[in-house]
């Protein structure tokens, strides 16, 4: 397995829209369960979406309504689709994601095997 890369990380507004996407390197289908968690500036890291392998999704209560994980197999790339943003929102955003631990220790607070090098998401009010 190789490390996940994130992209889309980017300066937006408040009320902005990204959409970040992390290219893993074999079949998505095969982890069972992927993430994406983050750091705030003085914050500690935080689970903020995952989706396990039967495609159970749980989302912190600061992102719920807001943030949409998904998942393209073909692609073997994670996507978080993040609307309403908020300065709250700024963190640097790693994408994680699970081969080894089943499915049922799939959580926000899962400490993952692979991770991501991190994109950074600032939102400016």
């Not at 689970?47 to 393209?72: C, E, P, W």
Request: glycine fraction near 10%; charged fraction near 20%; proline fraction near 4%.
């Amino acid at each position: 397995h190789v490390q996940p890369v994130e992209s889309g990380g980017d300066s937006v507004e408040a009320g902005g829209s990204l959409r970040l996407s992390c290219a893993l390197s074999t079949d998505t289908s095969k982890y069972n369960c992927m993430g994406w968690l983050r750091t705030g500036p003085g914050k500690e890291r935080e689970g903020v979406a995952v989706i396990d392998s039967d495609g159970m999704i749980r989302y912190a209560d600061s992102v719920k309504g807001r943030f949409t994980i998904s998942q393209d197999n073909a692609k073997d790339t994670l996507y978080l689709q993040m609307d309403s943003l908020t300065p709250d929102d700024t963190a640097v955003y790693y994408c994680a994601a699970e081969p080894f631990l089943p499915r049922s220790v799939c959580s926000l607070s899962l400490r993952f095997t692979l991770w991501g090098q991190g994109t950074q998401v600032t939102v400016s009010s």
